[in-house]
């Protein structure tokens, strides 16, 4: 991710809840909601990274946003070295209140030409796989990240997409997900995405759209978007819809097209003042865009 650049950046279909099996229902219910039921989370990177558990929790009913991804080393540290209890712990916080937790947002990648820096990645990802599961949530974020000069573009690839079948059959065995989100040098350019995922086989494998620049590269947004949707999962990153020039109305006219139903997550880049403030500001942008799409 590029943190200076502020411009960057349905649901499960039934034949993919059928693959994973029917243990899995009671967590994707909600996805015979109608598109415009979109719903407005936050990433919590940036505007979230120094809340506690239950300040975070806290602030998000205060704002009425009310789905989380956790991103790893920052202050609600829910992480691999929490004990049984402590897990059971969190999960309960979330129990107890409106907000979801929809997982956790990793940095685990599958591109290393350096078999033991993937292996660490991937057992890492299956360390925060059972993580999730204990914590009630649906699914772990990671991501390519990198196309190595040194490797022919077409090994990378594959190798990518074995990562990704690989723990993403461990992942079933626990109802989660593997949430790919559209990242990385040349990675997150959509042909790429979609070369990838075209070998991907395991069916709760989704894309996670990121609203980069590439986005909008020749042939424009519409062509790209229609290259990976068909994989897309629960959860999509945004930025702050009032910053930068994405063109959100359009994205979510293509939502809306296609009845996409997942979480919308801010994935915020600027330092407010108050981060409480800005967040009920965003999902009101976040309510207007939804509504300008229909």
């Given at each position: 991710?590029?943190?200076?650049?502020?411009?960057?950046?349905?649901?499960?279909q039934?034949?993919?809840?059928a693959?994973?099996?029917?243990?899995?229902?009671?967590?994707?219910?909600?996805?015979?909601?109608?598109?415009?039921d979109?719903?407005?989370g936050?990433v919590?990177?940036?505007?979230a990274?120094?809340?506690?558990?239950?300040?975070?929790?806290?602030?998000?009913?205060?704002?009425?946003?009310?789905?989380?991804?956790?991103?790893t080393?920052?202050?609600?540290?829910?992480?691999v070295?929490?004990?049984?209890?402590?897990?059971?712990?969190?999960?309960?916080?979330?129990?107890?209140?409106?907000v979801?937790?929809?997982?956790?947002?990793?940095?685990?990648?599958?591109?290393?030409?350096?078999?033991?820096?993937?292996?660490?990645?991937?057992?890492?990802?299956?360390a925060y796989?059972?993580?999730?599961h204990?914590?009630?949530?649906?699914?772990?974020?990671?991501?390519?990240?990198a196309?190595p000069?040194e490797?022919?573009?077409?090994?990378?690839i594959?190798?990518?997409?074995?990562s990704?079948?690989?723990?993403?059959?461990f992942?079933q065995?626990?109802?989660?997900l593997?949430?790919?989100?559209?990242?990385?040098?040349?990675?997150?350019?959509?042909?790429?995405?979609?070369?990838?995922?075209?070998?991907?086989?395991?069916?709760?494998?989704?894309?996670?759209?990121?609203?980069?620049?590439?986005?909008?590269?020749?042939?424009?947004?519409?062509?790209?978007?229609?290259l990976?949707?068909?994989?897309?999962?629960?959860t999509?990153?945004?930025?702050?819809?009032?910053?930068?020039?994405y063109?959100?109305?359009?994205?979510?006219?293509?939502?809306?097209?296609?009845?996409?139903?997942g979480?919308?997550?801010?994935?915020?880049?600027?330092?407010?003042?108050?981060?409480?403030?800005?967040?009920?500001?965003?999902?009101?942008?976040?309510?207007?865009?939804?509504?300008?799409?229909?």
């Amino acid at each position: 991710m590029n943190p200076k650049d502020l411009s960057r950046r349905g649901f499960l279909q039934q034949s993919a809840i059928a693959g994973l099996g029917a243990a899995l229902l009671p967590h994707f219910a909600w996805s015979a909601t109608p598109a415009a039921d979109l719903r407005f989370g936050l990433v919590t990177y940036e505007w979230a990274k120094d809340w506690d558990l239950p300040t975070l929790i806290t602030n998000c009913e205060k704002t009425g946003v009310l789905g989380v991804e956790l991103r790893t080393q920052h202050a609600h540290a829910v992480e691999v070295g929490l004990s049984k209890a402590q897990r059971l712990e969190v999960k309960k916080r979330f129990a107890d209140s409106p907000v979801t937790c929809l997982g956790y947002g990793s940095n685990y990648e599958y591109h290393s030409p350096d078999p033991a820096k993937l292996k660490e990645n991937i057992e890492g990802t299956k360390a925060y796989i059972q993580l999730c599961h204990d914590i009630g949530a649906t699914g772990i974020k990671v991501k390519p990240n990198a196309m190595p000069k040194e490797v022919a573009p077409e090994k990378t690839i594959a190798q990518i997409a074995r990562s990704f079948n690989k723990v993403g059959k461990f992942a079933q065995d626990y109802g989660q997900l593997i949430r790919v989100e559209v990242h990385g040098t040349t990675t997150q350019e959509l042909p790429v995405m979609k070369q990838i995922f075209d070998q991907v086989t395991e069916s709760n494998v989704k894309v996670c759209w990121n609203c980069n620049a590439e986005d909008l590269l020749p042939p424009g947004l519409e062509h790209n978007f229609d290259l990976v949707k068909k994989w897309f999962g629960d959860t999509v990153h945004v930025r702050e819809f009032n910053v930068g020039d994405y063109p959100y109305p359009e994205l979510f006219r293509l939502f809306a097209k296609m009845n996409y139903q997942g979480w919308i997550l801010m994935e915020a880049r600027t330092q407010p003042a108050d981060r409480v403030a800005a967040l009920k500001e965003q999902l009101e942008l976040f309510k207007g865009l939804v509504a300008g799409s229909i």
